[in-house]
């Protein structure tokens, strides 16, 4: 004989019956929002407290592999050729039993400074094909003039959506 699937069913929902019931609730709220809020609070301060235990340890730890990363380089660097051969086409790595050592060019990059002044030099010398120009819509000329807009394709006019938002009442302290 086979089963039928059982159907879970959806959990009920306390949907308040009265004005009173509904304030009531938005009281709840409130009270369980400053209870998230001092929870949130109380796990920072458990974190900044074993931050603060372990940050000596955890500095101290990463100054030793920073001064034992400088000597391994500069003693591989001084035996480069030794370790990778006369062509560095032939490799870049080199086996050191526990680990790997390997020099790695970056790809060519740009970079800029003075932005402005870089753009203006290139407009000066004809160069424009170096100029990104980023062309989008601008909404919020739409919005002041809707009408020459109207019938674009793609170009659609949102209105009436309706947020419900609840915000409990509750006493801001004032910080000196």
Wanted: net charge positive; proline share 6%; hydrophobic share 40%.
């Amino acid at each position: 004989m086979t089963s039928k699937p059982t159907r879970l069913k959806a959990p009920t929902l306390a949907v308040p019956q009265s004005k009173n019931d509904c304030a009531a609730d938005i009281k709840t709220i409130g009270d369980l929002q400053r209870q998230h809020a001092r929870e949130q609070a109380a796990m920072n301060d458990a974190i900044a407290a074993i931050t603060l235990r372990h940050q000596p340890k955890l500095d101290a730890i990463a100054q030793a592999i920073t001064q034992k990363q400088t000597g391994v380089q500069a003693w591989c660097e001084a035996h480069r050729t030794e370790l990778c051969g006369e062509n560095d086409r032939l490799g870049k790595t080199a086996n050191m039993v526990t680990g790997d050592v390997s020099w790695r060019k970056r790809p060519t990059s740009v970079e800029i400074r003075g932005a402005k002044a870089v753009l203006q030099a290139l407009v000066k010398r004809g160069l424009s094909r170096f100029i990104r120009t980023k062309q989008q819509p601008n909404k919020d000329a739409m919005l002041s003039e809707p009408d020459a807009v109207r019938g674009v394709p793609g170009i659609k006019f949102v209105t009436g959506v309706e947020d419900f938002v609840i915000t409990p009442f509750e006493a801001q302290p004032e910080v000196a």
